[in-house]
């Protein structure tokens, strides 16, 4: 069936980390019709256990699918897309582009073999962390941390409050002060609301780190299966869906008009 040039991209994340994956494919479809979704009740998602995320996200997205038809759904977060993209892709029946670690390219960027993977709690203990390094970073010291500080730090920037920097300070030290962490020479970014602060952490990194995350690889994927759709001539205003549309959702307001979102409403 002919998708229609108006079906939007459904972009999901717990907040506003999804941002950071947005951003590169609207520079690849500049004028793709966008949802962005934000489970704001159940924000943050990096401290639930799995079996709440398992259960949470594939509910969500069966309403947010239903109601806005899109034509593809982009999971804007490493933490429900290591826990329960095989499930969202099972119950969905439009495709699925998960958020996953940029080990990979750290691993081949790395010269001193020694990086960090910079996470919330529940992704930095998924299984899928661990095959992702055995299998691209077998001769590297792969360190990990996990930073609920930080996805708030983020969160706080965009509803315009100044950064705390001891936030992004403490989060690199919670891997330069590990074993062999003053070697770290990478630093995936495996939360996709890190992105949004590595300014903030590039200044508290007390040695050149390089930063490496997925959001372009990601907009070309997304690019990639879509390829053959038409899209409108010209951009939309985009959409913001909260499940809670709260005071401080509603300070995020300038921030997603940067990026082309003009109306927030409640699931």
Not at 15 to 24: E, F, K, N, T, Y
Not at 131 to 147: I, K, M
Request: proline share 8%.
């Amino acid at each position: 069936m002919a998708v229609p040039a108006d079906a939007p991209l459904l972009f999901f994340d717990s907040g506003v980390g999804g941002l950071s994956i947005l951003a590169p494919t609207q520079r690849v479809i500049p004028t793709a019709p966008i949802v962005y979704a934000a489970d704001s009740a159940g924000f943050p998602y990096g401290t639930k256990s799995e079996a709440e995320i398992a259960a949470r996200v594939p509910a969500l997205l069966g309403r947010l699918v239903e109601r806005y038809r899109p034509r593809l759904v982009v999971i804007a977060c490493n933490t429900a897309s290591t826990i329960a993209l095989p499930v969202v892709r099972a119950a969905l029946d439009v495709p699925v582009v998960g958020t996953v670690p940029a080990i990979k390219p750290a691993a081949l960027l790395s010269k001193s073999r020694v990086f960090g993977v910079l996470g919330t709690d529940a992704t930095v203990r998924q299984p899928y962390v661990d095959r992702l390094a055995a299998e691209h970073g077998a001769d590297c010291t792969v360190l990990r941390h996990g930073s609920a500080a930080l996805v708030q730090l983020a969160e706080a920037k965009l509803r315009g409050e100044r950064p705390d920097p001891a936030i992004a300070r403490d989060a690199l030290a919670g891997l330069l002060d590990q074993t062999d962490g003053d070697r770290m020479d990478v630093v995936v970014l495996a939360c996709t609301h890190f992105p949004l602060v590595e300014p903030e952490l590039a200044a508290a990194a007390p040695h050149p780190i390089r930063f490496v995350h997925g959001g372009e690889g990601i907009a070309r994927r997304i690019a990639y299966l879509t390829q053959d759709q038409p899209w409108p001539d010209a951009a939309s205003p985009g959409t913001a869906i909260f499940t809670r549309l709260d005071d401080a959702v509603l300070k995020l307001e300038n921030a997603l008009a940067g990026f082309g979102i003009r109306r927030m409403e409640a699931l």
